[in-house]
């Protein structure tokens, strides 16, 4: 129903700068939060940062400070700006969105996932 599409990551060195991108495309009805994601090898996808549809955003304790979530809700695109990376920042960076859409004459939830961005901290 709700397809992300990611863009953005690559490799940076440390003290850089990174923008990423998600946009979401398909048939839905609203999009209450979106979200970005990051797995490291070997460990657990742990929330980054969210914001919801009046804008309020949330940061892990992690990237606060160092990092802004914003959304174009006109663009259904999200994204997330994050400066002062350092190598514990490496990981596969993961667009979510919920929402609702209408199947038929009822409206449902939805969940999805990007298929996600690499990004890489290393001099």
């Known amino acids: 129903q709700v397809q992300l599409v990611e863009s953005g990551g690559g490799l940076v060195q440390p003290g850089g700068s990174l923008r990423l991108s998600c946009a979401a495309s398909?048939?839905?009805?609203?999009?209450?939060?979106m979200a970005w994601y990051r797995q490291a090898p070997g460990k657990e996808r742990e929330l980054v940062a969210s914001i919801n549809s009046v804008y309020t955003p949330n940061y892990a304790d992690s990237v606060k400070g160092r990092s802004t979530i914003s959304r174009n809700n006109a663009k259904n695109t999200v994204y997330l700006q994050m400066n002062s990376l350092n190598p514990e920042d490496t990981a596969v960076y993961y667009c979510?969105?919920?929402?609702?859409?209408?199947?038929?004459?009822?409206?449902?939830?939805?969940?999805?996932w990007g298929q996600g961005t690499q990004v890489t901290v290393s001099s």
């Open positions: 398909g048939s839905f009805s609203s999009i209450e939060t």
């Open positions: 979510n969105a919920e929402g609702t859409y209408y199947s038929g004459t009822y409206r449902a939830n939805f969940n999805s």
